[in-house]
């Protein structure tokens, strides 16, 4: 078993199909549930390695419960969407992936592999931070950071964010200081890698 993975989709159809294609996966499926507080309340009994979310849901959006999963239970949450637009906003809540309705099998593995390597970097920045909102607060920043390493110097995520841990230790600065001179130096026009 691949690991156990929990559908948050209150459209019974799309919850039967993501399933379905996340057992073909081999992992194990939690749920499905269909609302944002019963996967917040299915997160904390059941422990799944990744959670699939929905955005749009009732009593609570998956925005919302993503965020609130991060600040309370962190776990790898990918955002299953039909809006490509709310991709900032999904990341911003703490989401570690995203993928696009209808989902496409194939790109099952390895997003939700993407997803997992994302969130152990996530658990560097958390074992550092005063709380789980501020592991978010600096989580957002870092991850936007070395999104513009990874653009700027032709370099992987997991590379980007080492350069940007070790030159925050170089400088004695904190690592969400270290993300701010990122942008302060793109913003300059210098290179930021």
Known sequence: M??????????????AVLSRQVRSHGYEVIGPVGTGTATLDSCRRQLP????MDIQMPE??????????MTSCPVPVIVVTGNASLKRQAAEAG????????????????VIARA?????RYQQVREGAASDEDALAIWVVVQAAVG???????????VAFERLRGRASTSER?????AQAVFDA??????AG
């Not at 904190?174 to 270290?178: H, V």
């Open 2 to 15: 691949q690991g156990s993975v929990l559908i948050a989709e209150d459209e019974w159809i799309t919850a």
């Open 49 to 52: 390695d990744v959670v699939l």
């Open 60 to 69: 609570m959006d998956g925005l919302t419960a993503t965020r609130a999963l």
């Open 95 to 110: 989401a570690m992936d995203y993928l696009m309705k209808p989902v496409l099998p194939r790109h099952l593995p390895e």
């Open 116 to 120: 997992r390597e994302r969130f152990g």
């Open 148 to 158: 513009m390493l990874v653009e700027q110097a032709a370099v992987s995520e997991p």
């Open 174 to 178: 904190t690592l969400r200081a270290e």
């Open 186 to 191: 793109a913003d300059e026009g210098g290179p």
